[in-house]
C-alpha cells in the first residue's frame, strides 16, 4: 500500500511554512481491518472437500462485497449451508466426477461458491434461485428454505439443483460457446423479460412454442442452460409428459434443441447427456431417501 504523507499549511508572519511527517512518524497499524473469525468444524469439511479436492470456495457466511445491492438478502444458515454443501458435493461435483472425470469437474467447474439465505425478490413476482459470473463464481440464493424442499425430487430439483446445474450450463458456455445455429430454432418467438407474464407462463403455451419452460424463453443462452439443467435432472418419464403436452411441433422444436445440446456435450465436454442423467437421478433418490447423512462433518 502506498504511503500517504500528509502536508499541514500555515501562514505565519506572510511565510509559508511546510511540514510534514516522516516514515518514522507513521503508524504499524494499518486502517484496514479484516473481520475475525472461529473457524468451525464446517469450515474443515470445506476445506477437505471442496477447496483441496476441487479449488473450490464455498462461502456461506455473509459477504455484503459478495452480493448484488439491488435486493434485500439475509445471511444463510449455518446448519442448511452444511446440507447443501453436501448436496452440491453429491448430485453435482461427484456426479459429474463419475460422468467425465475429475480432472473434468476441477478444471471447469466454477471456482466459488456463494450462498445467502432468501431468494432475490424481483418487483414483477418472480425471484432469483441462482446466478453464474465471468466463469468463477456461482450464486446460489434461498438456503433457509433448503429443509422445506427435501421431501421431493421435484422439489429438490426447482430450487437447487436444476439451479446449479443451469448456471454451469453458463460457465461452459462462457468458455466454449454452442452452435449459431441453436438460436434459429425458435427465433422470432423469446420475450425476454416477458417470460413470467401471461400467455407466456403457462405450459401450454411454452411447450408447444418449443420451449423447456417459461425462463427459456427469456432468451437463446436461457433456453439452452434451460434444456440442458432440466433434461439431467429429470426423469424420462416426466420429459415424455412434456413432450406430449407441447404437441407435435413444440416437441419437435425441442428435440432439434437437444440434439443441438447434446451435440455440444459431448463434442466440446466429452459428456453423454443419458449417462449423466441416470447418475444425477440415482444421487437425488438417495438424497431424498436419506442415504446420504447431510449432516456429516467427518474429515477424511
Not at 484496514?32 to 468451525?40: A, G, S
Not at 439475509?74 to 446448519?79: E, G, K, Q, S
Not at 461435483?93 to 467447474?109: M, P, S, V
Not at 443451469?166 to 441453436?182: G, R
Request: hydrophobic share 40%.
Amino acid at each position: 500500500m502506498k504511503k500517504i504523507l500528509i502536508y499541514a499549511f500555515a501562514i505565519l508572519s506572510g511565510a509559508v511554512l511546510f511540514t510534514s511527517c516522516s516514515e518514522d512518524d507513521l503508524s504499524p497499524e494499518s486502517i484496514i481491518t479484516v473481520d475475525q473469525v472461529d473457524y468451525t468444524e464446517f469450515d474443515q469439511w470445506l476445506k477437505a472437500n471442496f477447496i483441496n479436492t476441487y479449488n473450490i470456495d464455498l462461502k456461506y457466511r455473509f459477504q455484503d462485497i459478495e452480493t448484488d445491492h439491488d435486493y434485500y438478502l439475509i445471511p444463510a444458515d449455518y446448519n442448511q449451508s452444511i446440507k447443501l454443501a453436501h448436496i452440491i458435493k453429491y448430485a453435482v461435483l461427484e456426479a459429474f466426477d463419475e460422468a467425465a472425470g475429475i480432472n473434468f469437474t476441477r478444471g471447469n467447474f466454477p471456482k466459488q461458491i456463494y450462498l445467502v439465505g432468501n431468494w432475490e425478490y424481483r418487483n414483477n413476482g418472480t425471484f432469483v434461485l441462482g446466478t453464474a459470473e465471468g466463469g468463477k463464481k456461482v450464486f446460489l440464493a434461498g438456503v433457509n428454505l433448503l429443509d422445506e424442499n427435501l421431501s421431493s425430487i421435484a422439489s429438490l430439483n426447482e430450487y437447487y439443483l436444476k439451479t446449479v446445474y443451469h448456471e454451469f450450463t453458463h460457465i461452459l458456455n462462457q468458455t466454449k460457446d454452442y452452435a449459431a445455429d441453436y438460436q434459429l430454432i425458435t427465433a422470432t418467438d423469446y420475450v425476454a423479460g416477458e417470460w413470467s407474464e401471461a400467455p407466456y407462463n403457462a405450459s401450454s403455451y411454452y411447450l408447444e412454442h418449443g420451449f423447456i419452460s417459461a425462463y427459456a424463453q427469456h432468451s437463446h443462452g436461457e433456453d439452452f442452460a434451460e434444456m440442458f439443467s432440466l433434461y439431467v435432472t429429470n426423469t424420462p418419464e416426466q420429459w415424455d409428459a412434456w413432450m406430449e403436452t407441447a404437441g407435435t411441433d413444440g416437441a419437435n422444436h425441442i428435440a432439434s434443441k437437444l440434439s443441438s445440446v447434446r451435440d455440444y456435450m459431448e463434442k466440446s465436454w466429452g459428456i453423454d447427456m443419458d449417462e449423466l442423467r441416470d447418475i444425477v437421478l440415482r444421487r437425488e433418490a438417495d438424497i431424498v431417501a436419506g442415504k446420504i447423512d447431510l449432516s456429516d462433518l467427518t474429515v477424511k
